[in-house]
């Protein structure tokens, strides 16, 4: 079964330093991965995605997250983090195709002005 | 433009009153999910239709219902709300060239008192 690990459950940065997020998935196969931010009371909004091809993925916003098969992993960074930022950030893998997705617990980021 | 849309986007309801959720896509798309996805938690699927495919989780309490009248709408009845089903309620369906990406409404908001 597929599994996300989200290692970081809170995370604090300050205004304009760097940013990364981290995720580890168990899959068997080459996954699909995707990064979500959720702002408190909205849905769920796509920053990036990765399933073949560049293993660095550019999304939006800023941010972007590298492919790491060895690892198993797919971290999302930011160069520079702004406040609006503040959110919670979920990794999630899924198989594709309109297949199920397994999310990580999440992490809940916190910028300091 | 809103391609996912909720109604209501809060809701407040009884303990034991029933309630329905309502979900609705502009995107004609075949896959519909919904979710429940409580405070700090990570999103968890209820159940998904592909077409008129009903499938539902296992761990989903028999409380929760579905129905898909048309592509376009999808609905989500709670039979008997506990205070335990206070959650955001979220619905997806599916983008991307593969349908491979899943694309989320507002939530819903719900409160059991």
Redesign the interface.
């Known amino acids: 079964a597929q599994s996300v690990t989200q290692p970081d459950i809170h995370i604090t940065v300050s205004e304009g330093a760097s940013l990364e997020l981290r995720c580890n998935y168990s899959y068997g196969a080459t996954p699909?991965l995707?990064w979500?931010v959720q702002s408190p009371?909205?849905?769920?909004?796509?920053l990036l995605?990765y399933?073949s091809g560049d293993t660095l993925v550019q999304g939006i916003k800023g941010f972007e997250a590298e492919f790491k098969r060895s690892q198993s992993s797919f971290n999302l960074r930011k160069p520079s983090v702004h406040w609006s930022d503040a959110a919670e950030y979920?990794c999630a893998v899924?198989q594709?195709?309109?297949n199920?997705?397994t999310?990580?617990?999440?992490t809940?980021l916190k910028v300091e002005l | 433009d809103a391609m996912v849309i909720q109604n209501p986007r809060y809701q407040v309801t009884q303990f034991g009153k029933p309630v329905t959720l309502s979900c609705s896509q502009t995107l004609n798309h075949n896959v519909m999910y919904w979710y429940q996805q409580k405070s700090s938690q990570a999103p968890k699927l209820l159940f998904h239709y592909y077409d008129k495919d009903f499938n539902n989780e296992a761990d989903t309490p028999d409380n929760f219902q579905s129905r898909r009248p048309n592509t376009s709408f999808c609905f989500l009845d709670i039979r008997s709300p506990g205070l335990g089903d206070t959650a955001m309620y979220l619905c997806a369906t599916t983008v991307g060239q593969y349908q491979e990406t899943q694309y989320f409404g507002p939530g819903t908001r719900l409160l059991v008192l």
């Open positions: 699909y995707f979500y009371g909205q849905g769920l909004q796509l995605k399933f979920f899924g594709g195709g309109g199920k997705l999310f990580g617990t999440g809940q």
